[in-house]
């Protein structure tokens, strides 16, 4: 199932080129469904967002797909999805508090980190893979005010869509780009995750300084 998943990622202009040739314009609702779960479900993060946008740009920029149609398909999934996730971890905001994998103190601290990086996590989320499935539903746990969310849901939704379809629209024209796409895609893929380790490593050392114990400035008279 992981192989399959990783081969999905790291050949979608394959699997896409064969959607378009036996579904023709059923490619659409895919592409749709698959941003929608990887933005609209923490179950699905797995799925391919930045290198999707990407490859279905290149493919736009042969002539296999619409460029207009796509923007709007993927804008609407992506803020639409985001949307769900939100409310999904509101429903469920009470039923957290008596969950043994989320303690009480783990919601204040997100509403506490929300209401002060609110509009810088919901729109940078968007750019980095696992975090941008798993923001807006902790959004809905912390209780972040819902108008608030759906602004900055929308500008980073549009924003996403934006950069990624059309840097594939317009470098996908490039020979050697469309040429070597599956490494392209490795590439965007390898990148995406950087930020996200980089925020693991640094939270790991915090962490681990945090249970140093200090050592007194005193010293002990003999």
Do not use: C
Request: a positive charge; proline letters at 4%; glycine letters at 8%.
């Amino acid at each position: 199932m992981a192989l399959n998943i990783i081969d999905f990622i790291l050949n979608i202009d394959k699997y896409l080129s064969t959607i378009i040739q036996n579904y023709g314009s059923f490619v659409y609702l895919f592409l749709f469904l698959i941003i929608f779960l990887e933005t609209g479900f923490v179950i699905a993060p797995f799925l391919p967002g930045d290198s999707l946008l990407f490859v279905a740009g290149a493919f736009a920029a042969q002539g296999s797909l619409n460029i207009l149609l796509l923007f709007i398909i993927f804008a609407l999934a992506s803020i639409l999805g985001d949307t769900v996730n939100y409310w999904i971890g509101s429903y469920f905001e009470k039923g957290m508090e008596k969950s043994r994998l989320f303690k009480r103190e783990y919601l204040e601290k997100t509403q506490k980190f929300y209401e002060k990086y609110g509009a810088k996590t919901i729109i940078l989320a968007r750019f980095v893979p696992i975090v941008r499935t798993f923001a807006p539903f902790v959004a809905g746990i912390g209780a972040m005010k819902y108008g608030k969310f759906l602004s900055f849901n929308i500008i980073g939704g549009i924003a996403w869509v934006t950069i990624f379809l059309f840097a594939g629209y317009f470098f996908g024209r490039i020979p050697l780009i469309k040429e070597n796409l599956t490494i392209v895609i490795i590439i965007i893929v390898f990148l995406s995750v950087i930020p996200a380790v980089v925020e693991y490593l640094k939270a790991r050392k915090e962490h681990k300084n945090s249970h140093i114990p200090k050592q007194s400035s005193q010293k002990t008279k003999p």
